[in-house]
């Protein structure tokens, strides 16, 4: 569906769409990860959020370069 969008708005929400996903799963992986690690609720949720931001920010990256190479034909 990203690669047939043209509108910029409707692919922001797909985007937006699996992004979401992605940052809960890199959120719950490092949490888990660290909650083994280290007690302090700060930097567990610090962390999480952290790599969630990477990984959400990851998979916009690639819907959107699948995208633009899709539109290019």
């Known amino acids: 569906m990203v ?3 043209r509108n910029p ?3 922001i ?3 937006a769409l699996f992004a979401v996903p992605a940052f809960l799963a890199g959120y719950a992986l490092i949490y888990g990860i660290m ?3 280290s007690d302090s609720a700060i930097l567990l949720n610090t962390l999480g959020i952290l790599a969630g931001l990477v990984i959400g920010g990851a998979a ?3 819907l959107n370069a699948l995208g ?3 539109l290019s034909r």
């Open 60 to 62: 916009i990256v690639n």
């Open 13 to 15: 929400v797909v985007l």
């Open 68 to 70: 633009e190479s899709v």
């Open 3 to 5: 690669g047939f969008a």
């Open 9 to 11: 708005a409707v692919r």
């Open 35 to 37: 909650k083994n690690a």
